[in-house]
């Protein structure tokens, strides 16, 4: 016998071991196997090998039912939403450039992050359904506009982007129609405001005690405060006036206008305002004229002179019946702020209606002063820019007092500014210009209170009568915090509260108490206010600074 190598034997080892492989190609019904049992696979059908007589054949086999091949989900494309890390603040947005049909148009604002314009999920949203809403003529009057609240963080670039009827200029490949882009400003930083002065005083613990001094109190702190900010830069520089030839010859002292102005801009010189105002007094006679004039003194005089078509309804569709409307005057002059639009701090301007006789009387002195609350009104819009709502965040106390206070502080001295105060609260008409007086003449701190609440809500504060109680209850009320927090402090929570800021953190910030604690001191306080302004030493009972 010849020897065989290990080499050769692990060759022959291994074939051995491969030769159930190989039958197993070759299984198919009666093959000859090698073991009984054994299965084998083949085409997907299963061989078992069975003993038939003296031998081992693979049987007939059983076709194995297939498993289907999974059918892989379908992939959702998910939309891509911005999300502000801001998660506080709630900015109010007007779609001011298309006007939309509620009913068959969505409206949403998308905000641009790495050249993709990202849906923004919306906190509240809706129409505003004004007539002449529409800003822009050409684009149809469907008399809506589209508002969002939204979470955005300050300097963003957004749009508006709608699907369905609406009238816009610019629209995509697939029809739906955007706004221009738009970066939404950095807030404006609240000021901190200057403390008191003029050695009164006067604090929460006191001040219910102390009503006598609250006057004297704010009036000197105002007149430190002028004092001051008389080097400090304000908009008195970009002052421009227009007199018209009558307004000239019915009232030849206007020129006392552009002083109480330029006090007013002194006293609020650190809070930002629009570098153009413009000061225009004109007639019902001068309407015109006055309009044509306009044009050749700025280039963008349109704003101011839809306002004169609208105090003197010389635009094509007055509203019927409109309260604001002045054909005639009945010896009463009357005071319009006007802006420019979207960007309402490009420049502002003040219209003062003339009217004859009204330079003998109370007109004269009521047109010089209300040019200021005017003004004051502009700078509270102009905190708040590109929106229809410039008030969102701001209780009506507050709209209306901080103009009521600031109107009359900057008189020259301080029986003009007991003089001119407001504070026998009254009710609208249903005509609207004129007003009557309530027949309570004694109020007591509930009712005050009860006042501030629904002045803190917008569809209450908003109603005609509640509104009018702004000018009485919210100049006392304006005026007992400038005597705690001095001349600056009411624009201090107003920034804050427009960037968002709830009031009772806002009012602590600035007033060192939360406004829930305060609410009840202040109630009492303008109840006493109000009641004695009815009094015959109504001007007199006060304190003499």
Known sequence: MRKISAVTSLILLASTLMLPQAGAANAKSGATCTKAGAVLTVANVKFTCIKSGSKLVWDKGVALVKSPTPTPSPTIQKTSYYVAKDQKVVRHLVANEGCANPLTSKAQIQVRVSNKWLTVKAINSGWYVKPNACPVA?????????????????????????????????????????????????????????????????????????????????????????????????????????????????????????????????????????????????????????????????SNSQFMRNSIDSIYALDQNPLAGSPFVYKGCGGSYYGRNTFTWPNTIEAQALILGVCPGGAKGDGHFEGVQGMSHEYIHLIQIGLRPKTLDSFENIPCWMVEGEAEWGQTVVATDFTNYLRGQHLHPYLLTSAGRDFQQTTAREWTAQEVQSYFVNAADTLKCHDVNQYAYSYSLGAATVEALASIGGSESIFALHMRLNAGETMNNAFKTVYGITWDAAAPILAEVVAKKITKSWDKDALTYQTRP
């Open 138 to 298: 050409e684009l149809g009057k469907k008399n809506s506009l589209a508002w969002a609240d939204v979470y955005l963080d300050p300097g963003v670039t957004f749009r508006w982007y709608f699907k369905g009827e609406v009238n816009i200029r610019l629209h995509d490949n697939l029809g739906n129609g955007y706004s221009e882009s738009d970066s939404l400003p950095v807030p404006i930083p609240a000021i901190t405001a200057h403390p008191v002065e003029g050695g009164y005083g006067i604090t929460w613990q006191n001040i219910t005690q102390r009503v006598n001094d609250i006057s004297a109190a704010s009036w000197t702190d105002a007149q430190l405060s002028l004092i001051r900010n008389k080097d400090l830069p304000n908009v008195g520089k970009g002052l421009k006036t227009y007199i018209s030839t009558n307004a000239a010859k019915f009232d030849n002292k206007l020129d006392e206008v552009t002083a109480i102005l330029n006090r007013t801009f002194t006293l609020f010189a650190r809070i930002p305002a629009s570098p153009k105002i413009f000061f225009v007094a004109t007639t019902y006679e001068d309407a015109l004229s006055t309009k044509e004039a306009l044009k050749g003194i700025y």
